[in-house]
């Protein structure tokens, strides 16, 4: 191997010996911060989040964001010892979130302890790993970030290095989880006839779920797809998990049936057009009760330094068909862009692994748009 491509071996591996879940990133954001400290950097922590700041104060050069979530999801006994293999006959490093996002996270840090990069180039360069990004939306830390950091609102763009195959992915989707309640009434299921099942009368509606699930929708000339989900599924404290009096019940007809049902939007609207298109959709056949709320983000292909990077990078461009934080600065009036080397197909999946020959052109890649013209 190169001397480079080693370097960025050992840089995933040593990242990826940090296995630290949602809620428990203390270590991992204690090791980021005596990092840059020791290199002397100017850090800023909040919470268990870090902000690298590597401007030279020349209002001449564009702010540049690099963006990556420090937070993996539980590892399994096939992915919690990082290690090189061979996968589909391609050198491979195989580690609990070496695709999602560990091997974003290293690029962006190789490219930000580049001295001679950062003082060549024409941006001026942030680092922003921060933490709850896999968890629920009210966890996630960047949003905090943003508030404690006020000047990270002043980028003219956010690269989050999430996984996307190598392709530069705009925009992301909206996400809406309702929780749907079907009411019935209770029955001995010997005489059903006394009580009216509430879980067949979810059938109708699930069953159109079933053949009416996507939409394709075009924003900005960039294809999404509207996703329809019914995740999760039960009745009233009768199913078969544990329960307090002891075995599940089995002869009751359920009075009431409870459906998760989860839309991810296209960016052509906002929360509370969605929210409307959900009820509508829905109507009186059950109650909906909001209980996740997370706007999309829009392509912004239009911006100089969106399509600066599209043309440095060289890959092929498609919308982001995911909720990721781009949305989070989009809400701040930041553009940014999802683009990572990491294996969209590997994300949360057991033996979990990114492949190096994707590291090291992801690397080039993102060296030659920060090495080159604003």
Known sequence: MTERRDDLVARLLEHCGFVCTTGDEGPIADAMQARYTDLGEEVTRVAHSIVVDGRRGDPARPLVLLVGHLDVVPPTDDDIEPRVEDREGRQAVVARGASDMKSGNVIAMAAFEDRGLRDASPYDLALVLYSGEEGAADGNELRQVLDEVPWLREAALAIVLEPT???????????????????????????????RNALTMAGEFLAELDRDHLRDVEVDGIAFKDAWSATQAWTGGLGPGPRAGGSPVRNVVPGTFMVNLNLRFAP??????????????????????????????????????????????????AGKQAWTDVARFAEVGVPALNYGPGLTAQAHQRGEYAFVDDLEAADAQLRAFLSGPA
């Open 165 to 195: 195959d190598g392709q530069v992915q705009l925009g992301c989707l909206g996400g809406l989880h309702a929780l749907l309640t079907f009411e019935g009434k209770q029955a001995h299921s010997a005489r059903p006839w006394q009580g």
């Open 268 to 317: 052509s609207r906002g929360l509370d057009e969605a929210e409307a298109e959900l009820r509508d959709r829905v109507g009186d056949r059950a109650s909906v009760e909001i209980v996740d709320r997370s706007p999309g983000a829009p392509p912004r292909l239009s911006e100089p330094v969106v399509q600066a990077f599209v043309r440095s990078v060289d890959a092929p461009v």
